[in-house]
Nanobody, 114 residues
């Protein structure tokens, strides 16, 4: 199973992007789907997550600006990012976790610059 992240790009401060993460096939028993990011020269950090039951959680730095959603039937996870700031620039990764293991996507680059 592969996770394919897409939707990154160059955006001006204050702009928006929508990231998507598509699974190559259905993954059974997924407990949580999440987005992480890794800014240049920094460690990977959690951005947002959504549980199987639909409970969402966000890092303090993105609350009120980012929104995570999923389409289980389409094996897809999304991250709507609004009011982007230069500090949001990073490689964004998706991660799905089921009972047995974690599945990571390859990352998509988000650049925020004027």
């Amino acid at each position: 199973v592969q996770l394919q992240a897409s939707g990154g790009g160059l955006v001006q401060p204050g702009g928006s992007l929508r990231l998507s993460c598509l699974a190559s096939r259905t993954i059974g028993g997924v407990r949580i789907r999440a987005w992480y990011r890794q800014p240049p020269g920094k460690q990977r950090e959690s951005v947002a997550s959504i549980t199987a039951g639909g409970a969402v959680d966000y890092s303090e730095s993105v609350k009120g600006r980012f929104s995570i959603s999923r389409d289980i039937a389409k094996n897809t996870l999304h991250l709507q990012m609004n009011n982007l700031k230069p500090e949001d620039a990073a490689v964004y990764f998706c991660k799905w976790t089921n009972t047995y293991r974690e599945f990571w996507g390859q990352g998509t680059l988000v650049t925020v610059s004027s």
